[in-house]
């Protein structure tokens, strides 16, 4: 993850935190409101606070009859929250995988393509090798034909075709290595 991106989660996640803080405070600071409220009336208008336990489980009722509304708002709202920022951490974790399966494509691509230019390489190497032996071959006799690597015996002009057909090999072999390391180059 970039430091620019990092920097920006750390962002939203303080301004969540905020917000979590400020909806807690409202809750607490309303409920307080409403309580101190509540018992000012009580004051303000000289009436006895009761002994009776019914009178305070009407006071508890109405308490919970106000807040029950406002905390579950806030739960609601909260987990609505949530679930948005789930859902963008998903979109945003389903980028970064799409990116690394393109990443790990081209990876696989490329040691296909290397795989093959090895090849390539192994098979120029050997056709240099046998095109070589032939010319030792014809430097070092005078007579009518030479072995090749096989232990075929060739004549003159079998032995010029062999070395002809050998020559259009290994460019044929260059051109391919060439156009791999193209694709290679083109994937990078």
Known sequence: MSDARRKMLD?????????IRSSKRLIVGFGL??????????????????IDSGDWGTLGDFIGGILNPIIAFSAFYWLTKSVRIQKEELGETRATLNETLAAQSAQIRISAYTALISSTTSEIDVLHTRLTYLCEQFKKTEVTGILDLEGEWLG???ARDRIATINTEISAQLQRKLALEECIRNLL
């Not at 962002?11 to 917000?19: A, C, K, V, W, Y």
């Open 33 to 50: 409101v409403l309580t101190l409220s509540y018992f000012s009336w009580f004051i303000y208008h000289s009436i006895p606070v009761s």
């Open 156 to 158: 003159i002009e079998a």
């Open 11 to 19: 962002e939203d996640l303080q301004l969540l935190d905020d917000g």
